[in-house]
């Protein structure tokens, strides 16, 4: 696929050695900003013990290893930076996508499988802060759902286990639901995250599609399928919340571009309405999908359909008993109650930013320098389109960075909104350096350091 100065808003003659010495800046002050974290976390957390996590800025212990996933992970990584480009600018649309989700399930799977079948995928989502320890507590779902938030502060009988509490009861729900359907186990837990993680992908390319352009798609496809977050898509049910907020997303592109407005958009209305029951943070899918109905020009057509399928998991979740917002504000306090309420701020809020590095890569940063200068000569260009869709995808985090809600573990809580900051990789030239950086922070930071959760 020839390169435009639509798709390299920087390449113009003579200065394309200028606009990839910027991008090496970049990527070199991400890198920077991470080892400063590290240092002054480090020691932070040996000085006064405040930041409760043991690798900072990242939760993680330091532990080089290797694991039946580290053949496989470095095969994988080899192949997309070697042919990904090229198919990605040759497939059938269709297949291309089938290609995405399938490399994507491959790099999660073998990078999961570096720490063991146990330790990385089978055990993950059975330790005692996650979902699957309070399954056999909603035997009786109706009254579990009247009655949970009582159970969300610390000192309250039986009260509920750290991502149940911090989670609105669609979370759980959905393992319990599993669970009755003979997919009990963290096996199967695990299974379903990562394959549904998988198509976070994929939504986001049929957004960028139908937002900016398939070319704009088509490159940014192998920096999907590498990103470095992926070392927590598996095994974390953020994955799982980050599918489904990316097609709730991807949905409303389609109907806010004339495809299909009405299903389209209903379908958008209801995962967004599932999302913000799936994780409180959700809400600020606000941001990116206001951006989305303004770059549509069926807005006015696709948002009743939108609007009246939001309306539906919040009503059927009420009648049963669950209110959010009470369920939100006694949240608050129980984030207080543990170490959310000892982790300094004056840190995390500089700090969670190094975390996001390591989740989407150098290569995506120097992506979105590229897409600052986008938006500075404020072209209404397919590329000036899709620099509003990262720009809000950015702006949404840097919202919960400032919320104070967010205070370490963004490398797992940042997913959802983390994937929609790859498409800046589009504009990026030396495409398989950049993506042979991408693999190696995935690598490094999955057979150097033992990550939480």
């Known amino acids: 696929m020839p390169e435009t100065p639509e798709a390299h808003p920087d390449a113009r003659p003579g200065d394309a050695r200028r606009a990839l010495r910027r991008d090496l800046y970049a990527a070199g002050a991400a890198v920077l900003l991470f080892a400063v974290a590290a240092v002054a976390g480090t020691v ?77 995928v089978a055990g993950r989502l059975t330790t005692r802060h996650e979902y699957l320890r309070a399954v056999d ?60 993680g998988g198509t976070a992908a994929v939504a986001v390319l049929v957004a960028v599609r139908a937002l900016a352009s398939e070319r704009h798609a088509r490159r940014a496809a192998p920096f999907l399928v590498l990103l ?65 109905l303004w770059l549509g020009s069926a807005r006015l057509r696709a948002l009743p359909f939108v609007l009246a399928g939001c309306a539906v998991v919040p009503l059927v979740f009420t009648a049963f008993g669950f209110y959010w917002w009470d369920a939100y504000d006694v949240l608050v306090t129980r984030y207080h109650q543990g170490v959310g309420g000892e982790r300094p701020q004056p840190y995390w809020v500089w700090a969670n930013l190094a975390c996001l590095v390591a989740v989407v890569g150098t290569a995506t940063v120097a992506g979105l320098r590229r897409a600052g200068a986008v938006l500075g000569r404020r072209e209404r260009t397919a590329g000036g389109r899709l620099t509003v869709l990262v720009l809000a995808a950015l702006a949404a985090l840097l919202v919960a960075d400032l919320s104070g809600m967010s205070k370490a573990e963004t490398e797992r809580i940042w997913l959802p909104f983390a994937v929609w900051l790859l498409p800046a990789t589009a504009f990026l030239t030396g495409v398989r350096g950049w993506l042979a950086a991408q693999a190696l922070v995935a690598l490094l930071v999955n057979h150097l350091l033992l990550t939480g959760w």
């Open 44 to 120: 932070v957390e040996r000085r006064d013990a405040t930041l409760h996590v043991k690798w900072p800025p990242l939760l993680a212990t330091w532990h080089p290893h290797i694991g039946p996933g580290t053949p496989a992970a470095l095969l994988v990584a080899v192949a997309v930076v070697a042919y990904g480009p090229a198919l990605a600018a040759r497939l059938p649309w269709r297949r291309l996508l089938a290609a995405v989700w399938g490399a994507a399930l491959a790099w999660t799977w073998s990078l999961a499988l570096v720490d063991g079948w146990q330790r990385g």
């Open 137 to 196: 507590r909603f035997q009786d779902i109706p009254a579990t759902l009247r009655d949970f938030t009582g159970h969300i502060l610390l000192g309250t009988p039986d009260h509920w286990p750290a991502h149940v509490a911090g989670h609105p009861p669609a979370a759980t729900l959905t393992f319990v639901y599993l669970d009755r359907a003979g997919l009990g186990g963290g096996a199967w837990a695990a299974a379903w995250c990562i394959t549904l």
């Open 228 to 292: 470095p977050g992926a070392v927590w898509l598996g095994t974390s049910a953020d994955a799982y919340f980050a599918a489904v907020a990316a097609w709730a997303v991807a949905f409303l592109a389609l109907a806010v571009t004339g495809h299909r407005p009405r299903s389209a958009g209903l379908a958008a209305g209801l995962l967004a309405g599932l999302a913000v029951y799936l994780s409180y943070g959700l809400t600020l899918l606000v941001v990116i999908g206001a951006a989305v």
